[in-house]
């Protein structure tokens, strides 16, 4: 029994490891949302392709993302199962650290709808009863987005709200809690007049609720 808790043991602390970086962590976020390049990554960290492509080779060896081609380009995307892992490591950060809460405070503000208010926000949609957005770019939409939710990229908001009605109940959800495209966007919507407020939960938070995504 020992010698099984060890080995068992030593695999968890194996993955966490993997997670002991930032941008690892984030390249997790990226990939969650769509199949991406190692240069497409490496461009929304803001790092060099051989340093993108050492943290993906980690993440490879422990099995977190998985690699594949499209007959031109390899693509990194979540590996299956990691949904919830990812989705519990912004949860347990959120509750545990005050400095995580604060810095989403300042960017984010109060009125955030998160992973636990997820299941009443798509029974609202399903009624009609709010318009939910997503304000991702449009491939990360059409890779798989929140039932009911109408993709309006950042871009296209101005459109869009000039066709919505004025009455209209707006929820804007994005890639996940840290991303800030949600915010901005109901700082938007309530300049004109529109009540809106932010989802933090994304795809990732829906998979590890419903299993992977059709």
């Known amino acids: 029994m020992r010698k099984f808790k060890d080995a068992a043991y030593g695999v968890l602390a194996q993955v966490a490891k993997a997670l002991a970086s930032p941008q690892r962590v984030e390249l997790l976020d990226l990939v969650a949302q769509r199949p991406r390049t190692v240069g497409d990554l490496a461009d929304a960290l803001g790092q060099p392709v051989a340093n993108t492509s050492h943290h993906l080779r980690r993440l490879l060896q422990d099995r977190l993302v998985t690699r594949d081609t499209d007959g031109v380009h390899a693509l990194y995307a979540l590996a299956t199962g990691v949904a919830p892992l990812l989705a519990g490591l912004h949860a347990a950060a959120t509750c545990r650290s005050a400095t995580l809460r604060e810095l989403k405070h300042e960017v984010m503000g109060e009125d955030e709808l998160g992973a636990a208010d997820l299941p009443a926000v798509l029974a609202r949609v399903a009624r009609g009863e709010v318009v939910l957005l997503d304000v991702r770019p449009a491939a990360e939409y059409a890779a798989g987005h929140l039932p009911g939710a109408r993709s309006v990229p950042l871009h296209e908001l101005d459109a869009a709200l000039a066709e919505m009605p004025q009455d209209a ?46």
């Open 169 to 214: 109940d707006v929820v804007a959800c994005c890639r996940g809690p840290l991303c800030v495209f949600a915010a901005e966007a109901v700082q938007r919507v309530r300049a004109t007049g529109r009540r809106a407020q932010h989802l933090s939960a994304g795809v990732v938070e829906l998979a590890a609720q419903r299993g992977p995504l059709p």
